[in-house]
C-alpha cells in the first residue's frame, strides 16, 4: 500500500495505525542510518586516513567538527521544522550531508577534510532530530519506547556494519569510499522519504537565535582548541593557549547572556529547572563521552598495539555492538510493556561505568577474552541508556 493510499484513507486527527507508522519509519530510519553509519564506520578507517593525510596531531577534530556542527544545529532544525514542515527539512538535511559526504571524500589534507566534516555535521544534525520530532508527532507517549527501540536497532546495526564496513573498504579499497558509500544510501532516503513522508503540517512562527548560535559554537570550538593543542603543540602556559581559554569562556558566558534575555534562545534557561532535563542531559553526555571514546580509539589500540588488519578490527569491536544492540532492543521492548522507563537509565549507567573502569585494566598482552566482556558490559550500559534517556526527556 503506497503512503499516498494511507494517507488518503486516515481521517484528519486519527492517530496512525501501527503499519502506517512503519511505514513513516522506513523513512526516517534510512535517515538516521546514515547519519548513524557515519559515526561508526570512520573509527576503524581513521588510523589510515590521518597517515595518508599526515595529520595523527588533527585526528580528533576529525570527529569533534563533526560532533559539534551537528549539535549546534540540531535545535535550529526543530524551529525551522516547525516554520518549513518536517518533511522538506528533513530531506534538506539529507541533501546537505550527502554534500559533506563527497567534499570529505575528495579531501586533500587534513583542514580540508576537517572543513568538509563540519559540512556532514551541519546535515547530521537534523537527521536525528528531526526523527524523534516526527515520532513525537505521530506515536504516544506510551508506544515511543516501542518504535524507538528500533531506533536503537538502527543505531546498533550501524555500530555492528560500521566499523566491519570501514575496514574492509580500507583495506581493499581506499578510505575515500567511507565516505562515498553514503551517497548510494542517501538517494534511496531522498527517494522513499518523498513517498512515505506525508505529515499534516500547520506553521508554527518561530524567531532563530542566530547570536546564540554563533556564540555556543565559537566558545565550544575555543576550548577544544585548548584541549587538542595543550601540552602537545603548545605548552599549557603559554599565551596561545591561556588566550584561546579566556576567549572561549568569555563566549560562553556571552552565549549564557543571550540566552537568558532571548526571546526564543537556542537552550532555553528554563530547561534547567527541569530535574528530568538535568539528569538526563548529563547521562546522555556520560554514555556519549564512553561511546565515542570506545570507537574511534579502540581501532587504533587494535591496529596499532595488536597489529590487526583494519578489517580485524573491526570485527574485534562486535562485542561491543553485540552489548548496544541486545540491551537497547530488550530495553525499549519492556518500556512498552511495563509503562516504567527509570530502571533502565540508572542501571544502565552502572553498567556503562563498570565497563570503562574495566576498559582501564586494558594493556599491551591483555586477553581478548577478557576486553570482549569489558566491551559487552560497555554495550550493554550504553544500550540501556542511549534511547531512555530520550523517552524521559
Known sequence: MSAAVVTRHREPGAPLTHRQVLLVFSGLMLG?????????????????????????????????????????????????????????????????????????????????????????????????????????????????????????AVFAFASVAGPLVGGVIVEHFSWRWVFYINLPIGIVALIVTTSVLRLPFKRLPHRIDYLGSFLLVAGVSSLLLVMVWGGSQYPWSSPVILGLAAVGIALLVGFVAQERRASEPLLPPLLFRNDIFNVSSAMSFLMAMAMFGAIVYLPFYFQLVRGATPTMSGLMLLPLMAGILTMSIM?????????????????????????????????????YGEMAVFMVLLGAGMGMVMQNVILAT
Open 331 to 367: 530495553s525499549g521492548r519492556l518500556v512498552t510493556r511495563t509503562g516504567r522507563y527509570r530502571i533502565f537509565p540508572l542501571l544502565g549507567t552502572i553498567v556503562m561505568t563498570t565497563g570503562m573502569v574495566t576498559m582501564t585494566l586494558i594493556g599491551t598482552s591483555t586477553p
Open 32 to 152: 538516521v542510518l546514515l547519519a548513524a553509519l557515519d559515526q561508526t564506520i570512520v573509527a576503524t578507517a581513521l588510523p589510515n586516513i590521518v597517515a595518508h593525510l599526515h595529520g595523527f596531531a588533527e585526528l580528533s577534530w576529525v570527529v569533534s567538527a563533526y560532533l559539534l556542527a551537528s549539535t549546534v544545529t540540531t535545535p535550529l532544525y526543530g524551529k525551522f521544522s516547525d516554520l518549513y514542515g518536517r518533511k522538506g527539512v528533513f530531506q534538506f538535511a539529507i541533501v546537505v550531508f550527502l554534500i559533506g559526504s563527497a567534499l570529505s571524500g575528495l579531501a586533500r589534507n587534513m583542514d580540508q577534510l576537517i572543513a568538509f566534516r563540519a559540512v556532514q555535521g551541519l546535515g547530521a544534525g537534523g537527521l536525528i532530530a528531526l526523527a524523534m520530532a516526527i515520532i513525537g508527532d505521530i506515536v504516544s507517549p506510551r508506544q515511543r519506547g516501542r518504535y524507538q527501540g528500533l531506533f536503537g
